[in-house]
């Protein structure tokens, strides 16, 4: 079979040259990486990953195909993607389709067999930074031009982009016993599986609710999704939270956790390369455990900003950021990390008990 050649332009000059994997075509982003080992479709349809191109570190992506059910939206939400090597004949009994088809079919350009491995160190030496993925056959000089016109991470608002339009209802299990507002700044649907087998009812939310519309619902708690872009530009969400503090029990994760933090005063930034992956060591500060976590995250928590009326609870272990705290004072905590990970790690799933749990108390 014929092969397309493509390149990854990067915005200070680097070029590395492979083939075409899916669309034909343009991706423009925000390169990162993903330590994961598994999960490329959780990855590919994650709304945090929205404006980002992702390069898988383990070498060999596809064998186990793609299929209906391991989605976590309705659709491919990453820019572009890169391989070392993908694989287009797959090997489980779950696939119904193959991951180039796949990208092929949502229009997602892809590159395969290039040095994912030096394109890594060279994220993790010089920070994530803009990209192009090409299999047009483009000058590089054009590229190279495009590429460094491409607006920063920082600043930047996705969560209205991948945010739903209105209000909608997750089907309930029986026997529900606690009604939930989840507001969707990129909410990935594990999240609403796990809080459905926690016996909520819950109410999607557009990112822009303001709280007077979320509390008019009469929900017994909030949850805060995860979303992508920078939590400092979601200043609706922000004032939203505000708002909400000390009124409803209210449960953060990835964004949420970072819009919590700023809603009482807390300060953002953003990290070098982020932490994007199922392998990342957390400590529960509470407990004395140590949780293998999933995580896909540009910025984080200042913990020296957090305010009185707040303690830390999880700690990262590989670069000692701060992944979770909780307020004393009113019903409220989260976490940076993703506890609804799919496919796995699960240790951190007690987290949704733990907001269930504050719901009860709190009626």
Same mark, same amino acid.
């Given at each position: 079979?014929?092969?397309?050649?493509?390149?990854?332009?990067?915005?200070?000059?680097?070029?590395?040259?492979?083939?075409?994997?899916?669309?034909?075509?343009?991706?423009?982003?925000?390169?990162?990486?993903?330590?994961?080992?598994?999960?490329?479709?959780?990855?590919?349809?994650?709304?945090?990953?929205?404006?980002?191109?992702?390069?898988?570190?383990?070498?060999?992506?596809?064998?186990?195909?793609?299929?209906?059910?391991?989605?976590?939206?309705?659709?491919?939400?990453?820019?572009?993607?890169?391989?070392? *090597?993908?694989?287009?004949?797959?090997?489980?009994?779950?696939?119904?389709?193959? $991951?180039?088809?796949?990208?092929?079919?949502?229009?997602?350009?892809?590159?395969? !067999?290039?040095?994912?491995?030096?394109?890594?160190?060279?994220?993790?030496? *010089? +920070? /994530?930074?803009?990209?192009?993925?090409?299999?047009?056959?483009?000058? $590089?000089?054009?590229?190279?031009?495009?590429?460094?016109?491409?607006?920063?991470?920082?600043?930047?608002?996705? =969560?209205?982009?991948?945010?739903?339009?209105?209000?909608?209802?997750?089907?309930?299990?029986?026997?529900?016993?606690?009604?939930? =507002?989840?507001?969707?700044?990129?909410?990935?649907?594990?999240?609403?599986?796990?809080?459905?087998?926690?016996?909520?009812?819950?109410?999607?939310?557009?990112?822009?609710?303001? =709280? +007077? *519309?979320?509390?008019?619902?009469?929900? !017994?708690?909030?949850?805060?999704?995860?979303?992508?872009?920078?939590?400092?530009?979601?200043?609706?969400?922000?004032?939203?939270?505000?708002?909400?503090?000390?009124?409803?029990?209210?449960?953060?994760?990835?964004?949420?956790?970072?819009?919590?933090?700023?809603? $009482?005063?807390?300060?953002?930034?953003?990290?070098?390369?982020?932490?994007?992956?199922?392998?990342?060591?957390?400590?529960?500060?509470?407990?004395?455990?140590?949780?293998?976590?999933?995580?896909?995250?540009?910025?984080?928590?200042?913990?020296?900003?957090?305010? /009185?009326?707040?303690?830390?609870?999880?700690?990262?272990?590989?670069?000692?950021?701060?992944?979770?705290?909780?307020?004393?004072?009113?019903?409220?905590?989260?976490?940076?990390?993703?506890? *609804?990970? =799919?496919?796995?790690?699960?240790?951190?799933?007690?987290?949704?008990?733990?907001?269930?749990?504050?719901?009860?108390?709190?009626?």
């Amino acid at each position: 079979m014929k092969t397309q050649t493509a390149v990854l332009v990067l915005q200070d000059g680097t070029v590395y040259s492979g083939t075409a994997f899916g669309h034909i075509g343009e991706a423009h982003g925000e390169v990162c990486f993903n330590t994961g080992m598994t999960g490329y479709q959780e990855v590919l349809t994650d709304p945090s990953y929205c404006g980002q191109i992702v390069t898988m570190t383990c070498p060999h992506i596809g064998n186990y195909g793609v299929n209906p059910d391991d989605v976590e939206s309705d659709r491919i939400q990453v820019a572009g993607f890169i391989v070392r *090597e993908g694989c287009d004949i797959p090997s489980s009994y779950r696939a119904t389709q193959s $991951l180039p088809s796949y990208l092929e079919e949502q229009g997602i350009v892809g590159i395969q !067999d290039i040095d994912t491995r030096a394109l890594t160190r060279k994220l993790r030496t *010089e +920070g /994530a930074m803009n990209g192009v993925i090409c299999s047009t056959g483009r000058p $590089l000089e054009e590229l190279l031009a495009d590429v460094r016109g491409l607006p920063s991470m920082t600043g930047r608002d996705l =969560a209205r982009e991948v945010s739903c339009e209105h209000a909608w209802q997750w089907e309930a299990l029986p026997d529900t016993r606690f009604k939930v =507002a989840a507001l969707d700044f990129g909410v990935k649907r594990n999240s609403l599986r796990l809080l459905s087998a926690h016996r909520c009812d819950i109410t999607v939310f557009p990112a822009d609710t303001t =709280a +007077g *519309e979320l509390l008019a619902s009469a929900p !017994d708690g909030v949850f805060l999704s995860n979303g992508p872009g920078d939590p400092d530009a979601v200043t609706y969400g922000i004032e939203t939270v505000r708002e909400l503090l000390g009124k409803l029990p209210l449960f953060g994760i990835c964004l949420g956790h970072q819009l919590l933090a700023l809603a $009482l005063g807390a300060r953002t930034y953003k990290l070098k390369f982020g932490h994007r992956g199922s392998n990342h060591p957390v400590k529960n500060l509470l407990t004395g455990s140590v949780e293998i976590t999933s995580q896909n995250h540009g910025f984080a928590v200042d913990p020296e900003s957090l305010p /009185a009326g707040t303690e830390i609870t999880h700690w990262n272990l590989n670069d000692e950021t701060l992944e979770g705290f909780r307020c004393t004072d009113i019903p409220a905590f989260s976490v940076q990390y993703h506890p *609804e990970a =799919a496919p796995g790690p699960h240790d951190s799933r007690y987290l949704f008990r733990q907001f269930t749990d504050l719901m009860e108390q709190s009626r």
